[in-house]
């Protein structure tokens, strides 16, 4: 199994910046595709941002230009930079990760329990 724990998120004024991370923990062969995707009180679940084990990387366009997304393979973990932020930011922020348990698994999807982040106008 594959935890994922986030942690970052918290109340900012609208332009304010906020981190957030995620480690990822447990019994697993590789990580490959780590990501933030948030859900919008009402609205479904999108991505913000995904990384490659590589570092190749995709940003909604929303974000694009204001949000880092960054990695680090030896500690397992994702971070994601967000600057100039808006009260549109406002969501539940998750962390996802596509793992292999073993080296015959397949990938599987992981995802956090969501940290909050709030922007103020």
């Known amino acids: 199994q594959v935890h994922l724990v986030e942690s970052g998120g918290g109340l900012v004024q609208a332009g304010g910046s906020l981190r957030l991370s995620c480690a990822a923990s447990?019994?697993?062969?590789?990580?490959?595709?780590m990501g933030w995707y948030r859900q919008a009180p009402g609205k479904e679940r999108v991505l913000v941002a995904t990384?490659?084990?590589?570092?190749?990387?995709n940003y909604a366009d929303s974000v694009k230009g204001r949000f880092t997304i960054s990695r680090d393979n030896a500690k397992n973990a994702v971070y994601l930079q967000m600057n100039s932020l808006t009260p549109e930011d406002t969501a539940v922020y998750y962390c996802?990760?596509?793992?292999?348990?073993?080296?015959?698994?397949?990938?599987?999807?992981?995802w956090g329990q969501g940290t909050q982040v709030t922007v103020s106008s």
């Open positions: 996802n990760a596509d793992a292999k348990r073993t080296i015959l698994s397949a990938l599987r999807d992981y």
């Open positions: 990384i490659t084990s590589g570092g190749s990387t």
């Open positions: 447990g019994l697993f062969f590789s990580i490959n595709t």
